[in-house]
Structures are given as structure tokens and as C-alpha cells.
């Protein structure tokens, strides 16, 4: 019951907050929103990398209603309203969120990497002295320089994670063209020997009628041609063969 009213009593609050807001402060956080970089949701929420699940749906909800398109009058609030959905989506979605997450981790790594050189090569740098003093590298990470070299090494770790996304995506997609084209190309090759094989067969009986047409036509003789009698197996003695003539 107690959290109940608690609800309530926080949509009261944001009611009476959004009520006082300015139209110029809507512009305003409209164009903040669609200057993002847009493979970071974490921005566009502005919320730091460590937020809970919590304060992502809390942060929505008061930036939403903020540039709603019932509210806000610039033109292009129903695009940074759109962009707020989509990044608490990605924020929400545990394989998304892991990913980003993780390109984090690696950006803190490197920038742990690099002051740890600083701080050899140079003894006498504010880095080395502001540790010689004590400040612990927990507190540094937490200071507003670090957050924004923070910001920028997970920007650029996004980006080249995208591009080789892309890049792969581009290959598959020739492969699977290329594949395609050879697969057309053989479904070709069969349907013109298919069609080849049904014109043979189609074929067939005029070529049998034409073969029988030649071979009778080869038994007869030909106009002005003379062939030799045939032999009559029935007359022993071949007399109509004209015998030769014994000259004196």
C-alpha cells in the first residue's frame, strides 16, 4: 500500500515538474537527444555506465514525457521521443546491455593502461603527485576527467566494433549474392538441357519417319540409272545370264 502511494505520489511530482517546464527547455533537450551518439543509449538517457535497471525506466519516463509529442512542439520530438524508446529498449534487452557493458570494461582497461604508463615515464606529473598523495585510483575513476575520457574511448570502441560489424555484414551479403547467382546460374544450365532433352523427344518421330523415308528411298534405283539383274537363286543353271561367246 505505502509503495503504492509512493507511485503516486512520484507521478504527482513529475506532473507538476513537466508543467513548469519551458517550451525553450524541450527544444533544448530535443536537440540534445538527436546530437547523441547513437550506438551509446546510456547517452541518450544520460545516465552514467553503472545505472540500474531502475533508474534506466525511471530516466526514461522523465525524459519522455519531457519531449513527448503531445507536449513538445518542436518538429522533430516524435524523433527524439522514438530515440529514447529504442535506447531504454537496449538498456532493458540483458544481450544488448552485456555488450555495451563490455566495450566499457575494455575502454577502462585501456585507460588504466595508459595512466599506469603516464605514471612511469613521468614522476613528476600531476597524475604521479595526485597519487603520492593518497587519492586512490577508485576516486579518479569517479572524477569528471575521467568520465569524459571515459565517454570518448567507449565512443570510439563502439565505432570500430560497427564497422567491423558492417564490414562483415557487406561480406555475408556478397556471399550469399554470389552464391545466389551461381545457384540461378545452374537452375539455367538445367532448364536449357531440360528443354534441349524435351525437343529431342519431341523431335523423335520425325527423325524415325525421315530414317525410314531414307532407307526406302535408298532401295530404289534411281531415275536413269541401270543396275544389274538380280540373281535368281531358283535357276541353277543362270541362263538368262548372257554367257561368253567362243569366237572361231
Given amino acids: 500500500m505505502g509503495e503504492s502511494n509512493s507511485s503516486v505520489d512520484e507521478d504527482l511530482?513529475?506532473?507538476?515538474?513537466f508543467a513548469e517546464?519551458?517550451?525553450?527547455?524541450?527544444d533544448n533537450e530535443v536537440v540534445r537527444i538527436?546530437?547523441?551518439?547513437?550506438?551509446?543509449?546510456?547517452?541518450?538517457?544520460?545516465?552514467p555506465f553503472d545505472s540500474s535497471l531502475d533508474d534506466v525506466k525511471k530516466q526514461y519516463r522523465k525524459l519522455s514525457l519531457m519531449?513527448?509529442?503531445?507536449?513538445?512542439?518542436?518538429p522533430q520530438a516524435k524523433?527524439?521521443?522514438?530515440?529514447?524508446?529504442?535506447?531504454?529498449?537496449?538498456?532493458?534487452?540483458?544481450?544488448?546491455?552485456?555488450?555495451?557493458?563490455?566495450?566499457?570494461?575494455?575502454?577502462?582497461?585501456?585507460?588504466?593502461?595508459?595512466?599506469?604508463?603516464?605514471?612511469?615515464k613521468d614522476t613528476a606529473s600531476k597524475l604521479k603527485s595526485l597519487v603520492d598523495e593518497g587519492k586512490s585510483e577508485l576516486e579518479y575513476e569517479q572524477s569528471g576527467e575521467f568520465q569524459q575520457e571515459l565517454k570518448l574511448k567507449v565512443k570510439e570502441l563502439l565505432t570500430e566494433q560497427e564497422w567491423r560489424r558492417r564490414k562483415m555484414?557487406?561480406?555475408?551479403?556478397?556471399e550469399e549474392g554470389r552464391l545466389k547467382k551461381d545457384e540461378e546460374e545452374q537452375k539455367e544450365m538445367w532448364k536449357r538441357k531440360?528443354?534441349?532433352?524435351?525437343?529431342w523427344e519431341g523431335t523423335r518421330e520425325?527423325?524415325?519417319?525421315?530414317?525410314?523415308?531414307?532407307?526406302?528411298?535408298?532401295?530404289?534405283?534411281?531415275?536413269?540409272?541401270?543396275?544389274?539383274?538380280k540373281l535368281k537363286t531358283e535357276d541353277p543353271n543362270k541362263s538368262y545370264v548372257q554367257r561368253p561367246v567362243k569366237r572361231g
Fill in 206 to 229: 520425325q527423325r524415325v519417319s525421315s530414317w525410314r523415308d531414307f532407307m526406302k528411298s535408298g532401295k530404289k534405283s534411281k531415275k536413269g540409272e541401270l543396275r544389274p539383274p
Fill in 169 to 174: 555484414a557487406m561480406r555475408i551479403s556478397e
Fill in 21 to 26: 517546464v519551458s517550451e525553450v527547455e524541450r
Fill in 79 to 120: 524523433e527524439a521521443f522514438g530515440a529514447l524508446a529504442k535506447a531504454q529498449q537496449q538498456l532493458l534487452d540483458q544481450q544488448e546491455r552485456d555488450y555495451i557493458l563490455s566495450q566499457v570494461t575494455a575502454a577502462k582497461e585501456e585507460l588504466r593502461a595508459k595512466r599506469k604508463k603516464q605514471l612511469k
Fill in 13 to 17: 511530482l513529475l506532473k507538476e515538474f
Fill in 67 to 74: 519531449v513527448h509529442p503531445d507536449k513538445c512542439k518542436h
Fill in 34 to 47: 538527436l546530437s547523441c551518439f547513437k550506438l551509446n543509449p546510456f547517452e541518450f538517457l544520460k545516465l
Fill in 194 to 199: 531440360r528443354e534441349h532433352e524435351e525437343q
